[in-house]
């Protein structure tokens, strides 16, 4: 979980190559209309946001009841957002992993993308938007800007994943 720019993909991409876990784009499932709005610098809201939740939900939803271990990339900005993404699944079961960084390198990080839709003078108000993990999440922090990974390295070892 995290902003934009915070390298969800990337790590996200070696834990599960490295796990041999299903992943999912998150951002994959945004509503056409989402996209729209986002790449002419709108930012989305709790309605614009909901459908795309439910449908990750719904995915996440299907690992869990076919045993199966997976990745999903999504910002999960907000507790709301979160606890629609744990559905009613056990305790524990949906873990996050925040990555962390400045607002300047997220924002360097957004600048250099090439091709995605999410415009860099939306950053602030992501970051506005960011609730941070509660105690009684299950998830970890990790600080970015160190090698990927070894960021990736941290979520498996802080996760209990292997």
């Not at 995915?59 to 271990?69: A, M, N, T, V, Y």
Request: hydrophobic share 40%; charged share 30%; with cysteine.
């Amino acid at each position: 979980m995290g902003v934009s720019g915070c390298g969800k993909s990337t790590i996200a991409g070696l834990v599960a190559e490295r796990l041999h876990w299903d992943l999912l784009e998150g951002d994959e499932l945004h509503p056409k209309a989402n996209v729209d709005k986002m790449s002419h610098g709108i930012p989305l809201d709790d309605d614009d946001r909901r459908p795309w939740l439910e449908a990750i939900a719904r995915w996440i939803e299907g690992r869990i009841q076919s045993g199966r271990p997976a990745l999903v990339t999504c910002s999960s900005l907000k507790r709301s957002y979160r606890d629609i993404l744990r559905g009613k699944s056990p305790k524990g079961v949906v873990a996050f992993a925040h990555l962390s960084g400045s607002r300047e390198l997220l924002m360097e990080r957004m600048k250099a993308r090439k091709g995605h839709f999410m415009p860099a003078s939306l950053l602030d108000s992501q970051l506005a938007t960011l609730q941070p993990l509660q105690p009684d999440e299950a998830g970890i922090v990790i600080d970015i800007g160190d090698i990927p990974t070894e960021e990736a390295d941290q979520v498996i070892e802080r996760l209990h994943l292997a």
